[in-house]
């Protein structure tokens, strides 16, 4: 069964286990592209890719989201998300379920991937570079994502048995 299929009904164990394995594909991809900026873009240095709208900058934020709060201290960086994702995981036994699934998924392989920044080198490696938005990474679109996937479906009940 394809992750999005099934969406509404109950939560099986498969289910359960391709949310999971979304997550972590998340985590490992982000995890890979961020060492790989690492190597080849030295800190604050950018790459156009796309000439005056696409770029690859290396920044090291030490803030929380979007660069803000640049001050707070990375113990308490890293205490903020253990919080908010415990308050997440704690509140989807309410809201588990079809594209709630995928939408936890995304939030919480976001915010491992920019946790484990936080563990491994005291800060979040953000690389994606648009010039008219702060740089961001593959982990704060998926958490993004999540959000918003989240939100809309929450604003729609699933029927039981069926897609919603």
Not at 105 to 113: H, K
């Given at each position: 069964?394809?992750?999005?299929?099934?969406?509404?009904?109950?939560?099986?164990?498969?289910?359960?286990?391709?949310?999971?394995?979304?997550?972590?594909?998340?985590?490992a991809?982000?995890?890979?592209?961020?060492?790989?900026?690492?190597?080849?873009?030295?800190?604050?240095?950018?790459?156009?890719?796309?000439p005056?709208?696409?770029?690859?900058?290396?920044?090291?934020?030490?803030?929380l989201?979007?660069?803000?709060?640049?001050?707070?201290?990375?113990?308490?960086?890293?205490?903020?998300?253990?919080?908010?994702?415990?308050?997440?995981?704690y509140?989807?036994?309410?809201?588990?379920?079809?594209?709630?699934?995928?939408?936890?998924?995304?939030?919480?392989?976001?915010?491992?991937?920019?946790?484990?920044?936080?563990?491994?080198?005291?800060?979040?490696?953000?690389?994606?570079d648009?010039?008219?938005?702060?740089?961001?990474?593959?982990?704060?679109?998926?958490v993004?994502?999540?959000?918003?996937?989240?939100?809309?479906?929450?604003?729609?009940?699933?029927?039981?048995?069926?897609?919603?």
């Amino acid at each position: 069964m394809h992750l999005l299929q099934g969406l509404g009904g109950e939560e099986t164990g498969d289910v359960k286990g391709q949310a999971l394995l979304l997550a972590a594909g998340l985590v490992a991809i982000d995890q890979a592209l961020k060492m790989a900026v690492e190597r080849m873009v030295p800190s604050g240095h950018s790459v156009p890719l796309i000439p005056g709208i696409l770029s690859l900058t290396h920044v090291a934020n030490p803030g929380l989201a979007l660069g803000l709060f640049r001050n707070v201290p990375p113990p308490l960086a890293i205490l903020l998300t253990l919080t908010a994702l415990l308050a997440i995981l704690y509140n989807r036994v309410r809201w588990r379920g079809g594209r709630n699934d995928v939408a936890f998924s995304l939030i919480l392989g976001g915010a491992l991937g920019n946790l484990l920044d936080r563990l491994r080198v005291g800060h979040v490696i953000d690389y994606v570079d648009l010039r008219y938005w702060p740089v961001f990474n593959l982990a704060d679109i998926a958490v993004t994502l999540g959000v918003v996937l989240l939100l809309v479906t929450l604003g729609y009940p699933q029927k039981q048995g069926g897609a919603a």
